[in-house]
């Protein structure tokens, strides 16, 4: 079963564009990450939020984290045409030692 | 070599076969995973290994075994393939802090089994 969910499944913007991407969890948190993942690769770590962190910037990217509605978005301003990839949101449960991703945000910018 | 290495890129093998897909990482990370990737299905886990000599399965575990006898490496191997092991797999590691576990993907190997 998967912890994360992401919504949308995919999503179709225009370049400079701001895109958001949103992922709901089920249980208690360590922390949550985005990773990024473009066709055919291995993903890449993005951004890293703490449970008790609300927001966090990197760059182009914001992340917000509610953990009362165990929710996290993902922000990316002034989006590019090499933007276009899938996103994936991972949770690291407090029980365990497991990250567990979602299914991912297929987003792409058109130039 | 700099980072999480993964070999074969791509096979395709016969429904019965053995085929081992190997995992190498120089980051002296403590802890190693092995994902596979199916189209709407994100990353399912298929094991890990916290350190070496300790191995864990994790959401799809049956059909496939794991062995860390040292730091860098983590081969899966596929004992008897069939059809629906066809995916795309992916090593990971990460330092194995509890705090964060970020972890570092390799390039994947994309498997067809026939």
């Known amino acids: 079963s998967q912890q994360g969910e992401e919504d949308p499944q995919a999503l179709s913007i225009q370049e400079g564009e701001n895109a958001t991407m949103n992922c709901s969890y089920k249980?208690?948190?360590?922390?949550l990450q985005w990773y990024r993942q473009n066709s055919g690769r291995g993903l890449v770590h993005l951004i890293l939020i703490r449970s008790n962190e609300r927001e966090k910037h990197s760059g182009r990217l914001r992340v917000t984290l509610d953990t009362s509605k165990k929710s996290s978005s993902l922000l990316i301003t002034a989006s590019r045409a090499a933007d276009t990839a899938s996103y994936f949101c991972?949770?690291?449960?407090?029980?365990?030692?497991?990250?567990?991703f979602g299914a991912g945000t297929r987003l792409f910018v058109k130039a | 070599i700099a980072g999480i290495t993964q070999a074969p890129t791509s096979q395709i093998l016969a429904a019965g076969r053995r085929m081992t897909l190997r995992c190498t990482q120089d980051?002296?990370?403590?802890?190693m995973y092995w994902y596979r990737q199916d189209l709407g299905l994100g990353l399912r886990l298929i094991h890990y290994s916290n350190t070496a000599g300790t191995t864990g399965k994790g959401e799809v575990p049956d059909g496939y075994s794991v062995s860390r006898a040292n730091t860098d490496d983590f081969p899966l191997t596929l004992a008897s393939a069939v059809p629906s092991q066809t995916s795309v797999y992916f090593c990971?590691?990460?330092?194995?802090?509890?705090?964060?576990?970020?972890?570092?993907f390799g390039p994947g190997t994309r498997l067809t089994v026939l």
């Open positions: 980051m002296r990370h403590n802890a």
């Open positions: 249980t208690s948190i360590n922390n």
């Open positions: 991972a949770t690291f449960d407090t029980g365990g030692f497991k990250t567990i």
């Open positions: 990971a590691s990460s330092p194995g802090d509890r705090d964060s576990d970020t972890q570092y």
